[in-house]
């Protein structure tokens, strides 16, 4: 089953949509759904599956690359990038860095502060604690 096929974008949530499928895509290769060496859906399948535009998924696309998640191969598609090529962001193995990781990604690409993004984990970590009480 395609992984990115349950993906639905939030035309609300104020992210821009080539980042919600840059993070989706990283997020599923940093989880492990996709491993290295698996195909990607092309450009123009992963559009039309999404009802984007084809220039939105290959921006999301090149800056995948730039950050080493992906490789592409001319007249053979789009791969998941081996472990070792892959950078600083994947390169600790426990799933729930990856999570930290792509939350902190997520809020730098809304335009959050680190400050503001710490005070948002320390609050709903709050919250919970209020919760189990």
């Not at 290769?29 to 939105?56: C, F, M, W």
Request: aromatic residues 6%; proline residues 3%.
């Amino acid at each position: 089953m395609n992984p990115l096929a349950s993906f639905e974008l939030d035309y609300n949530s104020g992210l821009p949509v080539w980042i919600q499928v840059k993070n989706r895509i990283a997020y599923l290769i940093g989880s492990g759904e996709y491993k290295a060496g698996d195909q990607l859906p092309t450009v123009r399948s992963l559009a039309v599956d999404l009802d984007i535009s084809y220039n939105t998924v290959n921006r999301a696309y090149m800056d995948l690359e730039r950050e080493g998640y992906i490789s592409t191969r001319k007249g053979r598609g789009t791969f998941v990038a081996e472990r070792h090529a892959v950078g600083a962001a994947l390169a600790a193995d426990n799933p729930v860095e990856l999570l930290a990781d792509d939350l902190i990604r997520t809020c730098a690409n809304a335009g959050m502060a680190d400050d503001d993004i710490l005070a948002l984990v320390q609050a709903r970590l709050a919250q919970k604690s209020l919760t189990r009480a």
